[in-house]
Structure formats: C-alpha cells, structure tokens
C-alpha cells in the first residue's frame, strides 16, 4: 500500500520544528523523519534513514523545497532519484507535486534553470581563465616548494635528515614533499 512520507528539518538546535510538523500533519503522512543538520551538509542521517525506506508508489512531502535540497541541483538530483524508484515528491508550501503532469512540468522546469545556471557559471569561468591567461597568469595554486626550498631539501636529504623533519621544519606537508622529490627524481640517500 502507497505510503505518504515526510521530511522536516532545521538548520539548528534554536529553531522549532512546529511549524512544518503541523503542515506533515494536516495532510495525515504515514510517518515523518526528522532531522536537526545544515541543508548544506552531505551527510543527513534522518534523510539517508528516509530514503532508504521509501518504496514504489510511496510519496515523499517536505513542507518547503529548501529543507529537502542544500541546492537546487542536489534537489534535482534527488527528485530524479525519487522518480526513477517509482516515489512521487510534493513540496507544500511550492505546491508542487511530481506525481501530476503539471507539478512535473514546474519541477522539470526547474531543472532547465538549474542546467542554464550551471551552463553560465561555466562560460563565465573559462572566460575568466582566458582573460588570465591572455594576462599571463597561470592558474591553479602557487608551487609550496620555491628553488631557494628545493636546494635546501637537496642538502637536508644530503646529510641524511629524514624526510619526515624535512617537512616539518619547512613547514610543508609531507606529501608535498614527496611529490617535489618525485618530480625531480632527487635520490634518497
């Protein structure tokens, strides 16, 4: 039998949770998950909980878009999800609703926005790397390991100091400085 599920959550342990349980219980949902976590964080526990209890023709009602998606990509992304395990997606206060030609169209509609955004985000960042580039910037984070480091490495590792102390006393990670002997084929002695 189909089962109507929501979701609530709040950024934080200061914020009530009142509001959007009296909207879940207004439209009489079988069982409501409910999380305290930023929308911003991957890991949602109640949220994983939820989703993985969800079955074919079951509904899952968030009372707000936001409380579902930490963006509206991740909120694409999921609804897609929802759909292609048969679980249809309402948003209250949005009004929408997936299992309906026209709460699908909004929400499709919203994922051609989402696409366009990502779209302009990327040509305006590879014209602002041709535009460094023509300036003669280089992208990408400066080297850690300058020449005045690389010939104080060579005489460390020369007099035998372990790579471990050469790091911290240069104060470079050592993977950094592995990745520097590497490059440079500095033998160990």
């Given at each position: ?8 959550r709040?950024s ?14 207004a ?7 409910e ?7 991957d890991d ?9 209890h ?6 899952l009602?968030?009372?707000?878009l936001?409380?579902l ?8 992304e ?10 249809a ?13 026209g ?7 919203f994922?051609a ?6 779209t302009?985000i990327?040509e ?6 041709a ?12 080297k850690?390991?300058d ?13 035998g100091?372990?790579r471990?102390?050469?790091?911290m ?6 993977a950094t ?13």
């Open positions: 039998m189909p089962r109507v599920t929501g979701y609530i709040v934080g342990t200061d914020q009530v949770l009142d509001l959007q349980r009296d909207a879940l219980a439209i009489r949902c079988d069982r409501v998950w999380e305290v976590a930023s929308g911003a964080k949602r526990p109640a949220l994983l909980d939820l989703l993985g969800l079955r074919e023709g079951d509904t009602v968030v009372w707000r936001d409380r998606g930490r963006s509206l990509k991740h909120l694409i999921t609804v897609e999800d929802l759909q292609r395990h048969g679980v997606f309402r948003s209250l206060t949005e009004s929408i609703d997936t299992s309906s030609a709460g699908m169209l909004i929400f499709q509609i994922g926005l989402a696409q366009f955004e990502r302009l990327q305006r960042t590879a014209a602002g790397l535009a460094a580039r023509a300036r003669g910037r280089i992208g990408g984070q400066p850690r390991i020449p005045a480091k690389a010939r104080i490495i060579s005489q460390m590792i020369g007099i100091i372990p471990t102390e050469i790091a006393a240069l104060g470079i990670g050592r400085l592995y990745r520097h002997l590497a490059e440079n084929e500095v033998a160990a002695i």
